[in-house]
């Protein structure tokens, strides 16, 4: 179950995670923090697989309306995350406020 992001009336799940296999047989992560204003700590639960390399990759930025421009082309870019952790079978990522990242395990 996931806490709710809400902006006056409307409410939508503050995290999103899904996943994926890749050919590689890696399985790949995406998780979404979609509160701008509070970090969130993401536990997933690999069941069936042995992966103990994390390889990922964090897009946040300072404020809600930062953008890149013409003059300024790289203010947004990705950037080398280490805020996910083995524990048991399990991995756990903390994810910065306003923020995607996307986690290969293998």
């Known amino acids: 179950m996931t806490p709710e992001y809400k902006h006056g009336e409307f409410a939508i799940p503050a995290i999103s995670v899904s996943a994926a296999r890749g050919k590689d047989g890696a399985l790949v992560l995406a998780l979404v923090n979609a509160n701008p204003g509070v970090p969130a700590r993401v536990t997933v639960k690999v069941t069936g697989a042995t992966a103990s390399k994390l390889n990922a990759r964090v897009l946040t930025t300072p404020a809600m309306n930062t953008h890149n421009t013409f003059e300024k082309p790289d ?32």
């Open 75 to 106: 203010t947004v870019q990705p950037a080398a995350y280490t805020g996910g952790k083995k524990k048991g079978d399990a991995w756990v990522f903390d994810l910065p406020s306003r923020s995607v990242v996307v986690a290969t395990l293998n």
